[in-house]
């Protein structure tokens, strides 16, 4: 399918790896140009010289903590305008909430509230403009299914999305849209990460705990970045136009609700 983004600005935060990574490679797939970021430089300039070999597409990958202003207006200075953003950054750790204290819950806010506004806040005017505008969220199962120990984080993305849904609608005149993929068990880093805290807090082995979340979920296994990169990319295509200010879950059916 061409999605008819071709010549495109798109920025893809937090893609380094995972699910980001996965969003921007099926985005210089379909043509567009991409900013890339991470906090890693070694591992941002591999994943922009393999993204690159592999789709053609111009990728620049620019270093930097979202969390903060500085990161992001390095972010935003990389290009002259932004077509598509996909808000993306790491979780807190998955903790008891009786030990988060008020330091770690505005860091929390921060990374996963603040951050992904504001960029919008940059770049919403130009794309009502240009008469033309994706954003993605990408936020987390949790926002509908909250999980414990994911407290800060569920409130957090759940926070992003209510903040955002008036704005989606007051912009879906001008062909911009807002939008949130919630992505439940996938195979990553983040989930290998809350598997062995898992597994060092019960004293069980980790692929016995990876194997009872398998079971749990109705497609019984986890989900592909490849999977979630071509929603996403859907969502930043010219065909996405009337989808605006939803949350789509993406998670093999554990959600149980008909909504």
Request: proline content about 5%; hydrophobic content about 45%; aromatic content about 4%.
């Amino acid at each position: 399918m061409d999605l008819k983004i071709a010549g495109r600005t798109a920025i893809v935060c937090a893609s380094s790896r995972g699910l980001g990574r996965a969003c921007a490679l099926e985005l210089a797939r379909a043509g567009a140009r991409i900013v890339i970021n991470g906090r890693n430089p070694e591992r941002l300039a591999a994943t922009a010289d393999a993204i690159r070999t592999e789709t053609g597409a111009e990728i620049l990958p620019v270093v930097a903590d979202l969390s903060t202003e500085a990161g992001r207006a390095a972010l935003l200075a990389t290009v002259p305008h932004v077509d598509i953003l996909v808000n993306n950054n790491g979780g807190p750790p998955s903790v008891d909430f009786r030990t988060i204290d008020r330091t770690a819950m505005l860091a929390g806010l921060e990374a996963n509230m603040i951050a992904p506004a504001m960029l919008i806040h940059a770049v919403i005017d130009g794309m009502v403009e240009r008469r033309f505008g994706r954003i993605v969220d990408i936020t987390s199962g949790s926002v509908k299914m909250p999980l414990a120990g994911l407290d800060l984080s569920s409130g957090a993305r759940a926070g992003l999305t209510g903040f955002l849904a008036g704005i989606a609608r007051s912009v879906a005149h001008a062909n911009v849209t807002i939008n949130h993929l919630l992505p439940g068990s996938f195979d990553t880093d983040r989930i290998a990460s809350l598997v062995a805290g898992q597994a060092a807090r019960s004293g069980r082995p980790a692929a016995d705990i990876l194997a009872e979340r398998e079971r749990g979920i109705p497609a019984r296994r986890l989900g592909t970045p490849e999977e979630f990169g071509a929603a996403c990319a859907f969502l930043c295509s010219d065909m996405a136009g009337y989808i605006t200010g939803q949350s789509l879950l993406i998670d093999g059916g554990i959600f149980p609700g008909i909504m």
